[in-house]
């Protein structure tokens, strides 16, 4: 369903990030976890953390240890704080990537891609702003989960929802770097 919210977006950017290799099941289970030991995804405070309170995170049985998806997470949140500060915020800039075709028509497991031009050109514009493991599979994880591409196949129930769902997203132009 189409997610906005800086947040809520955010959130998923990290679990997008922490996933990679692993099965979304894995970080599902975790996702309590995750909303405690990252301050319920509050970007501000993210950014704040010290580098002996990500250790501390690192220690978490809770979240998957990996120590740079761990970093990743303030260094993400200080990456977004520019975003956040302009109209429309974080969640304008990463809906910009949404394709102009939005509900696709999915036949079949194989023909739903793993990453498409557009979270390329997402991953590009992150990796510049110094986002990190937003790699191109992560963004269109990321596009998929959030609603900014609706990839549930024609067989699925939930497609036609989804397709009709409206998206709240504020125009603020292209804010593409």
């Known amino acids: 369903m189409p997610l906005v919210g800086d947040r809520s977006l955010f959130e998923f950017l990290t ?7 692993l099965s979304w099941r894995t970080v599902l289970e975790r996702r309590a976890a995750y909303r405690e030991a990252f301050l319920d995804y509050e970007i501000e405070a993210l950014a704040a953390l010290s ?3 990500l250790m501390e995170r690192l220690a978490n049985p809770g979240l998957v240890r990996n120590r740079l998806k761990i970093q990743s997470v303030r260094t993400n949140a200080r990456a977004a704080l520019p975003f956040i500060a302009q109209p429309g915020g974080l969640t304008a800039f990463l809906w910009a990537f949404a394709p102009a075709e939005r509900n696709p028509v999915r036949a079949g497991p194989g023909t739903v891609p793993s990453e498409t031009p557009e979270s390329r050109l997402m991953s590009r514009d992150l990796r510049k702003a110094g986002f990190t493991f937003v790699g191109p599979t992560i963004c269109y994880a990321l596009m998929q989960a959030t609603g900014m591409v609706n990839d549930h196949l024609k067989t699925c129930h939930r497609q036609s929802v989804c397709a009709a769902a409206p998206v709240l997203v504020p125009d603020v132009g292209s804010p593409h770097l």
Do not use: P, R, S
Request: net charge negative.
């Open 15 to 21: 679990l997008e990030g922490a996933q990679a290799g």
């Open 51 to 53: 580098d002996d309170q």
